[in-house]
Nanobody, 124 residues
Framework: VQLQASGGGLVQAGGSLRLSCAAS????????MGWFRQAPKKEREFVAV????????EYADSLKGRFTISRDNREDAVYLEMTNLKPEDTAVYYC??????????????????WGQGTQVTVSS
């Protein structure tokens, strides 16, 4: 099983980034997919989740309207479009897969597979 996150980088406040996560080694459509992030000296926090079919999503309240999660089941990939980025969005972003594919799962301990993370740094 592999979840390869990419697309992170350094961006100025107000800018945008699109993160990608390529999945392999498991049946992608059997899993819901989520994004989490962890800033230095902080706990990992939920960002967004999308169910297996893509017709249900959920976001952290503080991120609604700025972040958009999507998936492509033909490409076994999940994406996170981030706009109007703020310095407080600086973190390592992780994609993860959960067998609770119908629901929108926000708890990290309900995820089965995790990627290695990609660093997002937003300068002020």
């Amino acid at each position: 099983v592999q979840l390869q996150a990419s697309g992170g980088g350094l961006v100025q406040a107000g800018g945008s980034l699109r993160l990608s996560c390529a999945a392999s080694g498991f049946s992608f459509m059997d899993y819901g997919m989520g994004w989490f992030r962890q800033a230095p000296k902080k706990e990992r926090e939920f960002v967004a989740v999308i169910n297996w079919s893509g017709d249900a999503t959920e976001y952290a309240d503080s991120l609604k309207g700025r972040f958009t999660i999507s998936r492509d089941n033909r490409e076994d990939a999940v994406y996170l479009e981030m706009t109007n980025l703020k310095p407080e969005d600086t973190a390592v972003y992780y994609c993860a897969a959960t067998m609770f594919r119908q629901r929108t799962v926000v708890k990290a301990n309900l995820y089965d597979y995790w990627g290695q993370g990609t660093q997002v740094t937003v300068s002020s």
